[in-house]
């Protein structure tokens, strides 16, 4: 059966929030998405998501879809995915190459391979090349602020919920300044210490240098899995610096695009952890390109996500599929980033939520995705 392209609908979905809580960046008062559904004359419909990525309003990466992508896939085979990647790359090289454009291209990337499954009957990870995990562990991303700072008590806590709720691995946000960020570690460590639980952080790029290396510093002795994201995205210098000087891991690129963004991490050995986002990097395809270019650079991936249950699904198709960098009889597997901040769009967006079992998420077996979203939720929350 020969089927096209006949519709991509983009629907912008907005929540406000009634507690807002703050990371180092800024304050979120509102959840929002960017959801693309691609309609075909088989009657498929694929789901796609472009990450509204820090505060990014959803109708940037939105206007992209409809005005510049839109026109370049009607009536295109939905299965010539490589084919309308590069396609849409190229179209709009001139003025994308990062950001929301590419975040564009990324949802209705995502969109073509749900579709691509549900054509040939088949899960994302089986057409990427198989699973080499049928099992993923999430690690709860949480500790955000609701004051800002001195909350050190109350994030403790908050660790203890997420180890009762079945997580052993978290990563705090921190950028809040030193002294309080370590202040806020110690009081977490305390809290959890008969607790085998694995750490990491994340300052969203709220430090210089000296700052970044200062912290970073200081917590060495945390064991921590990974430190993300210690300086700007630009200045890969800076990563590279705070790597060679840190006993830590460190880890970035939920801020980069594509295989070419990605490149100049790998050769200037700027990350030991790659975390593309799928809702941003290009999507399924572009994950693909960044995953074998890091590998060739002995750089482990681990996907970055921060979306919808949209998001969240096409990740885990992803990771089910990213071999192990550093093969091993015990080789460190790469982990799912889930979200415990408040989010309508995760529970809500699916007919069946992602649940925890026994610690770990299965990855779906059902064609594409592996998900069937909630229509009625984004009528509930749509805006445009």
Same mark, same amino acid.
């Given at each position: 059966m020969n089927i096209k392209i006949i519709d991509v609908t983009v629907h912008v979905i907005k929540s406000k929030l009634d507690t807002?809580?703050?990371?180092?960046?800024?304050?979120?008062?509102?959840?929002?998405?960017?959801?693309?559904?691609?309609?075909?004359?088989?009657?498929?419909?694929?789901?796609?998501?472009?990450?509204?990525?820090?505060?990014?309003?959803?109708?940037?990466?939105?206007?992209?879809?409809?005005?510049?992508?839109?026109?370049?896939?009607?009536?295109?085979?939905?299965?010539?995915?490589?084919?309308?990647?590069?396609?849409?790359?190229?179209?709009?090289?001139?003025?994308?190459?990062?950001?929301?454009?590419?975040?564009?291209?990324?949802?209705?990337?995502?969109?073509?391979?749900?579709?691509?499954?549900?054509?040939?009957?088949?899960?994302?990870?089986?057409?990427?090349g198989g699973a080499f995990r049928t099992k993923i562990k999430p690690y709860a991303t949480g500790f955000y602020r609701l004051k800002g700072k001195g909350e050190a008590n109350r994030l403790a806590e908050e660790a203890l919920c997420h180890f009762e709720n079945g997580f052993d691995h978290m990563k705090v946000k921190l950028g809040f300044g030193i002294e309080d960020d370590l202040n806020?570690?110690?009081?977490?460590?305390?809290?959890? @210490?008969?607790?085998? #639980?694995?750490?990491? %952080? !994340?300052?969203?790029?709220?430090?210089?240098? +000296?700052?970044?290396?200062?912290? *970073?510093?200081?917590?060495?002795?945390?064991?921590?899995?990974?430190?993300?994201?210690?300086?700007?995205?630009?200045?890969?210098?800076?990563?590279?610096?705070?790597?060679?000087?840190?006993?830590?891991?460190?880890?970035?690129?939920?801020?980069?695009?594509?295989?070419?963004?990605? @490149?100049?991490?790998? #050769?200037?050995?700027? %990350? !030991?952890?790659?975390?593309?986002?799928?809702? +941003?990097?290009?999507?399924?395809? *572009?994950?693909?390109?960044?995953?074998?270019?890091?590998h060739s650079f002995g750089v482990e991936v681990n996907p970055h996500v921060w979306g919808s249950a949209i998001a969240q699904a096409a990740s885990i198709q992803v990771i089910a599929s990213i071999p192990v960098t550093h093969f091993s009889v015990f080789a460190r597997e790469p982990i799912l980033e889930y979200d415990q901040s408040s989010h309508p769009f995760r529970r809500e967006l699916l007919e069946n939520p992602f649940e925890l079992q026994n610690g770990m998420v299965n990855v779906p077996k059902g064609k594409g995705l592996g998900i069937e979203v909630n229509l009625n939720t984004i009528k509930k929350y749509k805006t445009n």
């Open positions: 807002p809580f703050a990371f180092s960046q800024g304050w979120v008062n509102k959840r929002s998405a960017t959801i693309v559904q691609v309609k075909t004359s088989g009657g498929i419909v694929g789901w796609g998501e472009a990450f509204c990525q820090g505060l990014e309003p959803p109708e940037i990466s939105a206007a992209v879809i409809e005005n510049a992508l839109k026109p370049i896939l009607l009536e295109e085979s939905p299965l010539n995915i490589e084919v309308l990647w590069h396609k849409m790359y190229n179209a709009t090289r001139d003025y994308g190459r990062k950001g929301s454009v590419i975040s564009g291209i990324s949802a209705v990337d995502i969109a073509l391979w749900d579709i691509a499954g549900k054509y040939f009957d088949q899960p994302i990870y089986q057409l990427l806020c570690m110690e009081t977490i460590r305390n809290a959890l @210490k008969d607790k085998n #639980v694995t750490l990491m %952080v !994340d300052t969203n790029h709220a430090y210089g240098r +000296s700052e970044a290396l200062q912290l *970073g510093k200081s917590l060495e002795e945390y064991k921590l899995r990974w430190y993300e994201e210690p300086v700007v995205p630009e200045d890969i210098k800076g990563y590279s610096e705070l790597r060679s000087k840190l006993d830590i891991p460190i880890a970035g690129g939920e801020n980069e695009h594509t295989l070419f963004g990605f @490149k100049s991490l790998f #050769v200037n050995n700027a %990350v !030991d952890i790659a975390q593309p986002d799928i809702g +941003s990097c290009g999507g399924i395809t *572009g994950a693909k390109h960044i995953i074998n270019l890091a």
